[in-house]
């Protein structure tokens, strides 16, 4: 079995507002296992991270991205997910990765985006504990875990969690 992601073209869903370390130590640790990793958002390059630590580009926009171009999608958190959850273009994506069951993976806020695309009902799954009552209420069997994994779809709570996240994504990419 192939044991690092080289091959494997990896979305990461990001906007102004978004954790840096949730999205700079994914991107780094999906192309340290040989993946291809492009970081679209709905707007304009460069984006501001929600403690302002430096300008950060993005590959593309989400206008000009194909789900079949792509073996799963990655969203990180922060509040970058209340600005993605507004875009008909990511909720369009998400659901099409849903469809065709590649891994999705979400932390922290990013369960916003999973619940505007109407893809959490009756699934298991985990989030920052401030969003906790939005998955519930979404149909969220909520699990107050470091990672959970509910068929393609892939759970973590907050940047804590990063490491135990990042090896089920992995470990999802390898199988996939």
Request: with cysteine.
């Amino acid at each position: 079995m192939n044991m690092n992601l080289n091959g494997k073209r990896i979305l990461v869903l990001t906007d102004n507002y978004f954790e840096e370390s949730e999205v700079i130590y994914t991107i780094y640790r999906l192309r340290e296992e040989e993946a291809e990793v492009v970081v679209a958002a709905p707007g304009k390059s460069p984006l501001t991270g929600k403690n302002h630590m430096h300008p950060f580009p993005v590959d593309a926009s989400v206008d000009n991205i194909s789900s079949e171009s792509f073996d799963g999608v990655v969203i990180p958190g922060g509040f970058a997910p209340d600005l993605l959850r507004r875009s008909g273009r990511v909720l369009d994506l998400v659901r099409e990765f849903n469809e065709q069951e590649k891994p999705i993976a979400a932390v922290c806020h990013g369960g916003w985006v999973l619940i505007s695309a109407g893809i959490v009902n009756g699934r298991k799954a985990t989030s920052v504990s401030a969003i906790r009552d939005d998955m519930v209420n979404a149909g969220v069997n909520f699990l107050d875990e470091p990672v959970v994994v509910d068929s393609n779809l892939i759970t973590s709570r907050v940047p804590a969690d990063m490491g135990p996240w990042m090896k089920a994504i992995i470990k999802a990419f390898i199988e996939r």
